[in-house]
């Protein structure tokens, strides 16, 4: 099944991941310049660990992350 998690830059990211397990880990690429597992308290090995990718979607100028997060927060159950 699918799993969600949205979860703003926190220290119970590696928390949320060991209890969720999800496959994929999905954020924008305006994050490429920046160190987001470091930011996180993960790394790479402890995303495989869990079998999961963090993977960059095209930065889109004028859409708002936190509208789409409050969109999904209305439609699903969302861990945080």
């Not at 830059?9 to 999905?26: F, H, I, K, Q, T």
Request: hydrophobic share 40%; net charge neutral.
């Amino acid at each position: 099944g699918i799993k969600l998690m949205v979860n703003d830059l926190d220290e119970r990211a590696g928390e949320l991941v060991s209890r969720v397990m999800p496959n994929v880990l999905v954020i924008g690429s305006d994050w490429l310049s920046k160190d987001y597992m470091k930011q996180l308290g993960i790394s790479a090995d402890y995303l495989e660990r869990f079998d999961c990718s963090l993977l960059y979607i095209p930065y889109t100028r004028y859409i708002s992350s936190s509208d789409i997060k409050s969109r999904i927060n209305l439609t699903f159950r969302v861990i945080s």
